[in-house]
């Protein structure tokens, strides 16, 4: 069955620090990845995923298939980063694939 | 228009009464979901058509919730006799292409309450 775990409700972290956002994921096909973010008073917007292999303010993520992880990473943390952060998959160009978000991540940047 | 649109923003309704939630996607779109999201949970899969063909509706937890999409551009969820646990923030979201693999572009939400 499809499944998306990120184990941290909440994650603190110093400005300046790095920064990972665990996500793992269960899935019998070929995944696609995505990290979704939620700045206050926004609405859910895409942050990138892993098909573009983008950097999307100073954030990565690498597709990791034997350990089936999607971490993301910043190496220094901004204020600004603060936020809900959601890992999500699908299948890759199948019609009848649904998304799957995991139950999201709080990161809270300390000054 | 110049994203998702969602109407409306809050919904508060006693319990027992039907409800019906707007969703107008970005104009072009092929695709069009929902979600529902409760406190401290990620989105949850309800439904999703591809123009006005309803794909998939695996999600829709009981027979009190449907969706349409008839002229495959604004789409409507309706709840029936709604009830306190359908208490939750419902999300639509669109994307250019048929394929679930693009990302999703999101409206503010409706915030459904059931007293």
Redesign the interface.
């Known amino acids: 069955a499809q499944r998306?775990t990120?184990p941290e409700?909440l994650l603190s972290v110093f400005k300046g620090a790095p920064v990972e956002l665990k996500c793992n994921y269960s899935y019998s096909g070929s995944p696609?990845l995505?990290w979704?973010v939620q700045y206050s008073r926004q609405?859910?917007?895409?942050l990138l995923?892993h098909?573009s292999r983008e950097s999307i303010k100073g954030f990565t993520a690498d597709l990791n298939k034997g350990e089936t992880s999607f971490h993301l990473k910043k190496p220094f943390a901004q204020e600004e980063d603060s936020a809900m952060y959601?890992c999500?998959l699908?299948?890759?160009?199948?019609?009848?694939?649904?998304?799957?978000?995991?139950?999201?991540t709080r990161l809270h940047i300390l000054p | 228009g110049a994203?998702v649109s969602q109407s409306p923003r809050y919904k508060v309704t006693k319990r027992g009464q039907d409800v019906a939630l707007r969703c107008d996607p970005i104009s072009g779109h092929v695709s069009l979901?929902w979600?529902r999201q409760a406190l401290?949970?990620?989105?949850?899969?309800l439904t999703?058509f591809?123009y006005e063909a309803q794909?998939?509706k695996?999600?829709l937890p009981n027979d009190r919730f449907s969706a349409e999409r008839p002229e495959g551009s604004i789409s409507t969820l309706t709840i029936q006799r709604t009830e306190q646990r359908d208490s939750a923030m419902y999300?639509c979201?669109s994307n250019p292409t048929?394929?679930?693999?693009q990302?999703?572009?999101?409206?503010?939400?409706t915030r459904l309450s059931i007293l």
Not at chain 1, 90 to 104: A, L, M, V, Y
Not at chain 2, 103 to 109: E, I, T
């Open positions: 998306v990120q409700k696609e995505f979704y609405r859910l917007q895409l995923r098909i959601y999500a699908s299948g890759q160009g199948d019609r009848d694939d649904k998304i799957i978000f995991g139950k999201g | 994203g979901y979600y401290g949970q990620g989105p949850e899969f999703y591809n794909q998939d695996s999600g999300r979201a048929g394929s679930s693999n990302p999703q572009h999101f409206g503010d939400g």
